[in-house]
C-alpha cells in the first residue's frame, strides 16, 4: 500500500474520531450546564425554607421561654400549616 494513501486514511479516521469526540463533550457540557443550574435552584430553595424553619423554631422557642400555653402551640402549627398553603 501506498504510504500517502495510508497518511490519508490516517487522517480521515483521525478526523472523524476529533469530530466524533468534540461532540460528544459539547453535548456533555449543556448536560452539565443544565444539572448545575438545577442544583443552584435546588440550594436556594433548600436556603429558603432552612430560613423559614428556623424563624418559627425561634418563634416556638420564646413563646417556650415566656410560659408555653395551649394557645402559643395551636397558634404555631396554625402559622405552620398557613404557611405551607400559601
Known sequence: MNDFLKQD???FV???AVVV???????????L?????????IS???KTEADLISDDISQLR????????LKHLVTFFNNLRNKRKG
Do not use: H
Open 44 to 46: 436556594r430553595k433548600a
Open 9 to 11: 486514511i490516517f487522517f
Open 62 to 69: 420564646s413563646n417556650i421561654k415566656t410560659g408555653m400555653k
Open 21 to 31: 469526540v468534540s461532540l460528544l463533550m459539547a453535548i456533555l457540557i449543556v448536560y
Open 33 to 41: 450546564i443544565k444539572i448545575s443550574k438545577d442544583v443552584k435552584y
Open 14 to 16: 483521525t478526523t472523524i
